[in-house]
């Protein structure tokens, strides 16, 4: 199924906190696995997303001091990201505003589970209508690369290679990328990910792709890959 992340923006961390309560509640009933990660302001999440904006869904509170819930929302839509913004607010007045950056909803305080869980289901049908996507920053902006167009995932010193239709190398780790991957990719070195999808054979020290790669497979993979290929396909 794959890694959905989760985050949520508030000025209180109490109300960060419960959200989040709220969301892993959810995510243990409905058998999701998630990541959730809490910014105290607009701009605290402004600057995490433009290093890794990878992330699914996020819970916004509008009444914030410096930027506000809104302001960061169109910044946002003017950047083209995708997210499922949910705005979480206390008062009714926002909501005409909130067509313009298409919100997915607005949860009025209180937030009780059972509201939160029937928004969070349209998030996910949203989430999977869309084919998944590698979210990366790269030296000209972002880039969504669709799962399927990823080969594999190469280490390189400090740096992770992601060979799709164009290679592209960011400064992330090869576990931090896994984790936004699905079941398809599998780990066969500690240097690389493969797409099951790309493989074309397998032996007991080399994998070969499609396009006559060739890559390093670790002995202690082999079984566990056969096994991936045989459920997978």
């Not at 990201?81 to 005409?96: C, L, N, P």
């Not at 313009?100 to 009780?112: F, G, I, S």
Request: proline share 2%; glycine share 8%; aromatic share 10%.
């Amino acid at each position: 199924m794959g890694m959905y992340r989760f985050a949520v923006c508030d000025d209180r961390q109490e109300d960060i906190d419960y959200i989040e309560g709220l969301i892993r509640e959810w995510s243990r009933a409905a058998g999701y696995q998630v990541r959730i990660d809490g910014f105290l302001s607009g701009e605290a999440f402004l600057f995490a997303y433009e290093e890794d904006p990878g992330i699914d869904v996020l819970f916004l509170d509008i009444e914030m001091e410096g930027m506000s819930g809104m302001e960061l929302a169109r910044e946002l839509r003017l950047q083209g990201s995708r997210i499922q913004i949910v705005f979480v607010t206390g008062y009714m007045d926002y909501i005409a505003q909130g067509y313009d950056v298409e919100a997915l909803h607005y949860l009025l305080k209180p937030v009780t589970g059972q509201k939160l869980g029937s928004v969070l289901e349209r998030a996910m049908e949203r989430v999977r209508g869309r084919e998944r996507e590698l979210v990366l920053t790269v030296q000209d902006g972002i880039v969504r690369i669709p799962l399927s167009e990823i080969r594999y995932l190469e280490v390189l010193g400090n740096y992770v290679t992601v060979h799709a239709g164009e290679d592209y190398c960011v400064k992330r780790t090869l576990s931090d990328l896994e984790q936004e991957l699905d079941e398809r990719f599998y780990r066969i070195h500690r240097s690389y990910i493969v797409n099951l999808q790309s493989v074309k054979k397998c032996a007991r020290r080399e994998v070969a792709l499609k396009d006559d790669t060739r890559l390093p497979l670790s002995r202690k993979c082999y079984d566990g890959l056969n096994r991936a290929m045989i459920e997978y396909f």
